[in-house]
T-cell receptor, first 111, second 114 residues
């Protein structure tokens, strides 16, 4: 069983919709949780970075971590066509060189 | 504002050939890592380094070799290329000393083994 499971998608929504992306994990040692956005033929770009449980908001993006349920989410409000990309969840313990990634969810936002 | 730079961007090899993928960062980050990404999958860790002279294996290290002689550079060597190593390779860097920040990625090297 994988340490990190990500809702597979793909996901297609109309412009302006609220998008929810989700990951579950099994390793209790994970303390740092990241969401990366990856456009086609580019490297992952950091979107959100949180430590331990709680919510973090940045503009239209909200990251949510529930360590008791081993569940993380990324919410995108007022989605835009430019949000169309693959979203990767990632997490790690205190070793900053070793992140474990989900398989990614491909999102398409239609105008 | 270079960040993490990977070269080459594309490469085609024949089975059995060797090559080195280059990675350089200009952010003075202590930690550097190599991942591979296969279609429909997330990134899997190959090797990582916590500083010059120190490396360790990740999830899928077989067939790859690394060394870290400087803070800036972390090359990945394919010893004898196999078709199973066809993938996109990403290098990342981070600095636990800067508030335990997450990894920053390069734009990848797309490698095909025939």
């Amino acid at each position: 069983q994988k340490e990190v499971e990500q809702d597979p998608g793909p996901l297609s929504v109309p412009e302006g919709a609220i998008v929810s992306l989700n990951c579950t994990y099994s390793n209790s040692a994970f303390q740092y949780f990241m969401w990366y956005r990856q456009y086609s033929r580019k490297g992952p770009e950091l979107l959100m970075y949180t430590y331990s449980s709680g919510n973090k908001e940045d503009g239209r993006f909200t990251a949510q971590v529930d360590k008791s349920s081993k569940y993380i989410s990324l919410f995108i409000r007022d989605s835009q066509p430019s949000d169309s990309a693959t979203y990767l969840c990632a997490m790690r313990n205190t070793n900053a060189g070793k992140s474990t990634f989900g398989d990614g969810t491909t999102l398409t936002v239609k105008p | 504002n270079a960040g993490v730079t990977q070269t080459p961007k594309f490469q085609v090899l024949k089975t059995g050939q060797s090559m080195t993928l280059q990675c350089a960062q200009d952010m003075n980050h202590e930690y550097m890592s190599w991942y591979r990404q296969d279609p429909g999958m997330g990134l899997r860790l190959i090797h990582y380094s916590v500083g010059a002279g120190i490396t360790d294996q990740g999830e899928v290290p077989n067939g790859y070799n690394v060394s870290r002689s400087t803070t800036e550079d972390f090359p990945l060597r394919l010893l004898s290329a196999a078709p199973s190593q066809t993938s996109v390779y990403f290098c990342a860097s981070s600095s636990p000393g800067q508030g335990n920040q997450p990894q920053h990625f390069g734009d990848g090297t797309r490698l095909s083994i025939l």
